[in-house]
């Protein structure tokens, strides 16, 4: 289906979709991809982002694969005694719960902000921060936990050194994500409250700040894959 | 199709994919409550982090929406690291072959 985009002079063009959408979308005399740019600049920060954790996860996988060393069970080094229960990796299944839940509350945020509902966009917001303070507090709690078990980088009661390293790299890079993103949170969140975007009528720094809320969460399934259910 | 206005979608779909993470991730936890071993454990975790993964950026994050040409920008990029895992992988195996011709007592 055809649309309408701008030209760099204001005409209003048609563009085809499909493959000659994406030859039209690179080479007309247009801004590229046809979304505000703070959008297109979020998204292609997210791309560096992802080959950095991709980085640390692909170099996680060549310590894990080459040490001669039995591997630590994330199942249950993770474990927690909950009323005399004995359960295996509970809490990082509630931190994952914790985080979609906001991931959740991140979503319906976007969407009463483009519908210019100014109150209900900045509560889902502030819960969705609350929410993300809530995971790197459980985090803190579990690097406690870890480190008074004795888990360094260089080494640990459990197994394999690297078990250590990998995982307070890896999850202590992902936390500074969460705390950052709650942080920013706030700051948009405050400023939709306050009304800055209902004068402008324009909600789009609410997608872009749930673009990067979202990424948090998509890293964090991976994260969650590879890293303690493997 | 994206707008000029925003993404702007019916919050019935929002809520949909919502539920449907929390009952990926629930079987994702089962996998490791059930103690499946091998590789159906593996191959479930892949699965179900990929579904995951796909649901986030295809509607949470507007992808499905979104033209092509942003789409292929962002997504086309990252398969390069399929490149950096394989390789990886393979120098991995390498190392782990030769600790084990050199270490063992």
């Avoid at chain 1, 409250?193 to 609410?206: L, P, S």
Wanted: contains cysteine; proline residues 3%; aromatic residues 16%.
């Amino acid at each position: 289906m055809a649309q309408d985009a701008l030209t760099s002079t204001g005409e209003s063009i048609a563009v085809p979709d499909g493959l000659a959408g994406v030859a039209s979308d690179w080479s007309a005399d247009k801004e590229a991809f046809g979304v505000p740019w703070g959008k297109a600049m979020m998204w292609i920060f997210l791309v560096s982002d992802t080959f950095i954790f991709a980085s640390f996860l692909t170099g996680y996988m060549t310590v894990r694969i080459s040490t001669t060393v039995p591997w630590p069970n994330p199942s249950e080094v993770f474990a927690l005694t909950i009323g005399g229960q004995h359960i295996p990796l509970v809490l990082i299944a509630i931190m994952t719960f914790v985080l979609i839940t906001s991931s959740g509350t991140m979503a319906m945020a976007v969407n009463f902000g483009y519908r210019g509902d100014r109150k209900k966009t900045a509560m889902l917001m502030m819960a969705t921060a609350a929410l993300g303070a809530m995971f790197v507090s459980m985090q803190a709690f579990e690097w406690t936990k870890l480190i008074l078990e004795g888990v360094r980088p260089w080494g640990n009661p459990f197994g394999a050194a690297q078990f250590g390293s990998t995982f307070f790299m890896i999850t202590g890079f992902h936390g500074l994500h969460v705390s950052v993103g709650v942080i920013y949170l706030s700051i948009v969140a405050f400023k939709v409250w306050r009304g800055d975007y209902a004068r402008k009528g324009n909600y789009q720094i609410v997608e872009i700040t749930g673009l990067y809320w979202h990424f948090v969460d998509l890293v964090w399934i991976f994260i969650f894959a590879l890293f303690y259910l493997w | 199709m994206a707008h000029a206005e925003g993404q702007q979608h019916p919050i019935k779909i929002y809520l949909w994919i919502w539920l449907l993470l929390f009952v990926l991730s629930a079987f994702s936890y089962m996998v490791d409550y059930l103690h499946i071993q091998g590789y159906l454990r593996w191959t479930l975790i892949l699965i179900f982090m990929f579904l995951k993964a796909g649901l986030i950026v295809s509607v949470f994050m507007h992808m499905a929406w979104e033209r092509l040409a942003l789409v292929y920008a962002i997504l086309v990029p990252p398969l390069c690291l399929f490149v950096l895992v394989g390789l990886m992988a393979t120098e991995a195996d390498y190392t782990f072959l030769t600790r084990l011709a050199f270490f063992a007592e």
